[in-house]
């Protein structure tokens, strides 16, 4: 087997790994987000049993460290792609709550005119080029995106989520190889959660290590503790600084848990996985894990969580009134964005 | 005027483009070394270098992708299919990401690109390699779909679908790369996306056709005149968006309609057309519309086999008498 090129042969690995951590400052930043994710998640929960939220949706809750690690390693001028799975990415990469909040309503001042939904948040403004819903369907268009930079002779990076289900299709492959072959500036993290849909990973992938599947492209990897916000952190900037300045693409192969149903129609456990096994992952809840660190090394407190969680419910509130307030699109709006009638 | 092949026409088209807009690239499977499965590349790759001239494995899938992400990006890919058989594979690309993408994201992301290469049957390569795809294609909202079937139009066409901010399907004619027309050479060509063209005028009775079978029509107007019919000959050039007015108006002159196509009948675009003639030009009808088309098998390999199942100008006469009410 090649051998795998981990981060670990990049001299610059302290002072990332120091970047990675941050301050007290940062910290907070970190936690602020991952709770604002989680409580817009769980409204998204209540707004669904209620109707105002329908089709597919798909929720983040367990995951958050992943989205957000990632993604606050980034630069403004870089691009992020994710799965269908997306409110999480969406709003950790800056895209408002309420715009969310107004798409899952179907909405006219959805951030996607109420045209996508759940599945298809996009925006242009904060380069979010989208959810999609076609499983692996979005791993090609990360890799183009790649080559568009390259094309174009720039240093920024396109970050593609997805989940571990998708490296079994031929779409992965088929990404990971040209983005290999042609050295392009892309991050492929895998959320590995253990299921696509009711099939657990060992039962869909002859190889369990997913991340092994680096060595086919001769591609950089790592493994990632999902759970650790910091470290996912750290793994990203790793990747970043490959892409960066030798355009050298990553497969990251970040581990992770799920703690709801696939989607909302799926119940917790029960079937697929049992209520131990849930109850297990639950107690490395990435909030909780990052929350411990600070309360060693920055004094951080239960009173300062409670006021951070206060804060966090407003905005989601916030977006939930705005979204509810916000009109249904006009009929006229059936036939727009079909076509755009202009040329070059 | 100069006289060009259809291959040479389409090669004039690209390299004119790739001149004028940088943003412009070529991608697919041969189109730089090799020069082209069918040399429509020829000398682009020493023109253009291959950062604009890709040569990609064998990944349809993949790298009709990859022409959608540089697409939402801002580039403007051409992505060149081997032939449309092997598309089959990128549908996933071209019809969930590239015609879904702008309305999806609430009109964000425009996708300028184009999707080229040779589309309909050849001569004996049997069930897999012999198949024309525009039905499937014209149907899907967010995509055009062009059919050139002339050196004119193939250049005319491919430029405009160039230019357009849209993804653009161009269905090439397999049989057309070595066909001859006319094309001027100090002169823009760019035939608008949506218009069709009268190839030949008539008064009794329009053959509505595109791409390779405005040859078959051609030559069945030909033996139709021997007989003093007279066949108008409408090429619609464009599948999606079409243009309806060109249909009408020949069939207000004519009385008569015959649609012949590439592919097969059920659900065919020749139906879709047949639907639009019966819905709005009904009080003109004097006889019911055919169609012609491919029998609904696959393609065959024996010579006889495949000439019985292709449409041809013997089978177009006959639906034109047909119409006429001169034949059974
Ligand atoms: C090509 C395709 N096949 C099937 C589906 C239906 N489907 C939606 S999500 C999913 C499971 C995917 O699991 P994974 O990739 O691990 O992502 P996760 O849902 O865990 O985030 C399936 C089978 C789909 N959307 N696309």
Redesign the interface.
Known sequence: MPQKKSSEQNGASGSIDAAARGDAALRRDLLREMLLIRRFEERCAEAYAIGKIGGFCHLYIGQEGVGVGAISSLREDD?V?ASYREHGQALARGISPRAVMAELFGRVD???????GSM?L???NVNF??G???VG???????????????RGGDQV?VCFFGEAAVNN??FH??L??AA?WKLPVIYLIENNRYGMGTALERASAINDIAERACSYDMPSEVVDGQDVLAVRAATMRALQRARSESIPTLLEVRTYRFMGHSMSDAVSGTYRSKEELEEHMKRDPIVVLRMTMEQEDGWTDADTSKLDEEVKAVVQDAWDFADASPEPPLEALY?????D??? | MPIITYRDALNQALREEMQRDDRVFLMGEEVGVYQGAYKVSKGMLQEFGEMRVVDTPITELGFAGVGVGAAMVGLRPIIEFMTWNFALLALDQVVNSAAKMLSMSGGQYPMAMVFRGPNGAALQLSAQHSQAWESWLAHIPGLKVVAPGTPYDAKGLLKSAIRDDNPVIVLEGEMLYNTKGEVPENEEVVVPLGQAEVKREGADVSFITWGKMVLVAQQAAEQLAKENIAAEIIDLRTLNPMDADAIASSVSKTNRAVVLEEGWSVAGFGAHVADFVQRECFDDLDAPVLRVHQEDVPMPYAKNLERAAKPDAKKAVAAAKKVLYLEN
């Not at chain 1, 959805?110 to 996508?116: E, F, I, L, V």
């Open positions: 691009y792609i959805g951030c996607s005119k109420g045209k996508g298809h996009f925006d242009r080029l989208g999609h819903g076609i369907g979005h791993l090609p268009i990360a890799t183009g995106v790649g080559f568009a930079i390259k094309y396109c031929g779409a088929e990404a190889n040209m072959l727009e964005d079909v076509f755009v202009t040329t070059s």
